[in-house]
Nanobody, 118 residues
Framework: QVQLVESGGGLVQPGGSLRLSCAVSGSGSSIYLMGWYRQALGKQRELVARMTSGGSTSYADSVTGRFTISRDNAKNTVSLQMNSLKPEDTAVYYC????????????WGQGTQVTVSS
């Protein structure tokens, strides 16, 4: 059973920083794709950032230059460093993994709330 446990959300003022972390268990080694999505109230879930096991990354245009994704392949963890946060970054952030490149099977975390407000 693949499980994802997220941590690190909370309330931060505009311009501040937060770091989200996600620990994955039950997936075996060498997870192909690990990433973060977010869903703001009344909006569709959107990709924030993702990273392959080989180190290739992709970011949403809205977070490029402010957010950085990283992963520890040995520990099956993925993190999202969020700097220069804006009120429009407020959302529930979800960890997502796709363990195998030849399978579309993916798994989601329970979500962690990030609120950017003064």
């Amino acid at each position: 059973q693949v499980q994802l446990v997220e941590s690190g959300g909370g309330l931060v003022q505009p311009g501040g920083s937060l770091r989200l972390s996600c620990a994955v268990s039950g997936s075996g080694s060498s997870i192909y794709l690990m990433g973060w999505y977010r869903q703001a109230l009344g909006k569709q879930r959107e990709l924030v950032a993702r990273m392959t096991s080989g180190g290739s990354t992709s970011y949403a245009d809205s977070v490029t230059g402010r957010f950085t994704i990283s992963r520890d392949n040995a520990k099956n963890t993925v993190s999202l460093q969020m700097n220069s946060l804006k009120p429009e970054d407020t959302a529930v952030y979800y960890c997502n993994v796709r363990p195998r490149i030849l399978s579309n099977q993916e798994y989601w975390g329970q979500g962690t709330q990030v609120t950017v407000s003064s």
